[in-house]
T-cell receptor
Framework: DTGVSQNPRHKITKRGQNVTFRCDPI?????LYWYRQTLGQGPEFLTY????????KSRLLSDRFSAERPKGSFSTLEIQRTEQGDSAMYLC???????????????FGPGTRLTVL | GEDVEQSLFLSVREGDSSVINCTYT??????LYWYKQEPGAGLQLLTY?????DMKQDQRLTVLLNKKDKHLSLRIADTQTGDSAIYFC???????????FGKGTRLHILP
């Protein structure tokens, strides 16, 4: 399968613990996006990378959240001192460089479901 | 600001047409999207329309865009049980930009 993969698929943690999620984009996709989806809501943008550069961060991304994409391939999203409000599905997406069509689809991974007890 | 609104639920009889409506606020939106999310599955892009278009048709799907009223609709012809899912209206300003999603419309198919 050559789609976007995310690990782990599920994570249960206690409040105050740190958690780290990994996203492996589709090969050669230079853009990588993180979104968060809570129950009954649509996905909300968190941040995105072009290669290894983090180009934009949402105000939703508090200082407890940090994302990296050190080699421009996989990315990690770390949440420090987790709170119950962090419980959500964390989605990763990737897209290839813009081509002549002028639009490149973001392909989404299956997500990591975080439950903070 | 950026906001996308859509009704939360829609029930349709199998074989009928489904019409899901959406409004958005950002007049800078260039791309308008419809995504489908099924339980346990990832988000799937169904179709998108560029802001200078009024309509786009793809097999059973028809997208209508009224840019003046900032209104987008998705029509699914001959709705099947496999169409049961949550449908998200979404928009972005640039082709490779972040996507702003609505809360989703849950489509329920009646036998």
């Amino acid at each position: 399968d050559t789609g976007v993969s995310q690990n782990p698929r599920h994570k249960i943690t206690k409040r105050g613990q740190n958690v780290t999620f990994r996203c492996d984009p589709i090969s050669e996709h230079n853009r990588l996006y993180w979104y968060r989806q809570t129950l009954g809501q649509g996905p909300e943008f968190l941040t995105y990378f072009q290669n290894e550069a983090q180009l934009e961060k949402s105000r939703l991304l508090s200082d407890r959240f940090s994302a990296e994409r050190p080699k421009g391939s996989f990315s990690t999203l770390e949440i420090q001192r987790t709170e119950q409000g962090d419980s959500a599905m964390y989605l990763c997406a990737s897209s290839s460089p813009l081509g002549t069509s002028g639009h490149n689809e973001q392909f989404f991974g299956p997500g990591t479901r975080l439950t903070v007890l | 600001g950026e906001d996308v609104e859509q009704s939360l639920f829609l029930s349709v009889r199998e074989g009928d047409s489904s019409v899901i409506n959406c409004t958005y606020t950002d007049s800078s939106s260039t791309y308008l999207y419809w995504y489908k999310q099924e339980p346990g599955a990832g988000l799937q892009l169904l179709t998108y329309i560029f802001s200078n278009m009024d309509m786009k048709q793809d097999q059973r799907l028809t997208v209508l865009l009224n840019k003046k009223d900032k209104h987008l609709s998705l029509r699914i012809a001959d709705t099947q049980t496999g169409d049961s899912a949550i449908y998200f209206c979404a928009e972005s300003i640039r082709a490779d930009d972040k996507i702003i999603f609505g809360k989703g419309t849950r489509l329920h198919i009646l036998p």
